[in-house]
């Protein structure tokens, strides 16, 4: 009976020896499978990454590998995703080159060619009298003031759209700029049979911002509204303090803006009416300046415009802190 129960022991002990060395070589077979699939893995990650090295692949990867690998994936598709973006946005501003020089090449042409046109009559004695000369130098002048204006114009977007570009900002009244503005241009509405009316609530509203740049942003809207106002009786300068920001506000009661001009407003050289801006001196490039720098104030303006009124509505707050 003794015997038994020793064989039965040993028995057990070989069968339990037997079990743990299955687990073990079982466990080291796993380990081995799973490290060969690993490389597996890494090797096709390599070819993946290599591949689009060489073909310049800008596609993401759906791979999906392990967890530990995964990040690597992840990555690499981030980083597709920021080249895509980087590589849209340089077309972006190439394109947006290309309709600059475009642009401006067409505004400075008719000019120019008038000035040289007309000098060139003078040049070539092409004339009866001195009075005739004073006539083709005039209109040479004009178109001369009139390429001056564009440079001018166009210098001072290229300044303000700069990265650059620094806000000298102080504490200032915004019910009192605009008074003064009205002041400066009443003279000028007069002649337009206009009347420039001012409110502000409350009566004295102090914020921070950069007068000089603020300045030139209403005085482009209000000659935008004197010049292009068609048949207005008055124009509107309203400022209105709401919580930590200043809303102003410049409207005449003229012809309304086209609904599919609207949108189009603020972009570089762009006339609703082109021949009535070339008329009148018009760059395009007023409202894209004004925008420019009411955005580098950190504030917002937007165009609404109907039969009673076009209005430009700009968002400031109240302070804003310098660069």
Same mark, same amino acid.
């Not at 009298?129 to 166009?154: C, F, P």
């Not at 950190?298 to 707050?317: L, N, Y």
């Given at each position: 009976?003794? +015997?038994?129960? +020793? ?11 037997? %079990? ?8 080291? !077979? ?5 490290? $060969? ?80 046109? *007309?000098? %060139?009559?003078?040049? %070539? ?14 209109? =040479? *002048? ?46 000028? =509405? ?10 502000? $609530? ?8 950069? !007068? ?18 068609? %048949? =207005? $009786? ?35 050289? *762009? ?18 300046? =004004? ?33």
């Amino acid at each position: 009976m003794l +015997n038994l129960q +020793n064989n039965w022991s040993l028995l057990a002990n070989k069968i339990w020896t037997v %079990g743990v060395v299955l687990i073990l070589e079982l466990c080291l !077979t796993c380990v081995i499978v799973l490290s $060969t699939f690993h490389k597996m893995e890494l090797v096709q990650i390599k070819q993946i990454l290599h591949k689009a090295a060489i073909d310049d692949q800008t596609k993401q990867v759906q791979t999906k590998v392990n967890s530990s690998l995964q990040g690597i994936i992840e990555s690499f598709n981030l980083l597709i995703l920021n080249m895509d973006q980087h590589a849209e946005e340089q077309r972006q501003s190439e394109k947006s080159k290309d309709e600059l020089i475009s642009n401006v090449s067409h505004d400075i042409r008719t000019p120019l060619t008038s000035v040289i046109g *007309y000098l %060139g009559l003078i040049e %070539g004695k092409n004339f009866n009298d001195l009075n005739q000369i004073l006539k083709y130098t005039h209109i =040479a *002048y004009k178109k001369s003031l009139e390429m001056q204006n564009l440079v001018n114009s166009l210098f001072e977007f290229a300044n303000v759209q700069h990265a650059t570009s620094r806000l000298k900002t102080t504490k200032f009244d915004m019910a009192q700029m605009l008074d003064q503005l009205s002041a400066d241009f009443e003279l000028e =509405a007069n002649k337009r049979g206009m009347e420039i009316i001012v409110n502000s $609530t409350p009566d004295k509203i102090m914020m921070q911002g950069d !007068t000089e740049k603020l300045g030139r942003v209403f005085n482009n809207l209000i000659m935008n509204a004197l010049k292009y106002g068609k %048949g =207005a $009786t008055h124009i509107w300068l309203n400022a209105e303090q709401k919580d930590k920001e200043v809303v102003v506000t410049v409207a005449n009661n003229g012809q309304p803006i086209p609904e599919d001009s609207l949108k189009h407003v603020f972009d570089r050289f *762009y006339r609703v009416e082109d021949s009535r801006s070339k008329k009148t001196g018009g760059t395009g490039l007023g409202l894209a300046i =004004a925008q420019s720098m009411v955005q580098l104030h950190g504030g917002t303006i937007a165009v609404t415009s109907d039969k009673e009124k076009t209005s430009f509505i700009s968002h400031f707050p109240i302070s804003k802190s310098k660069d």
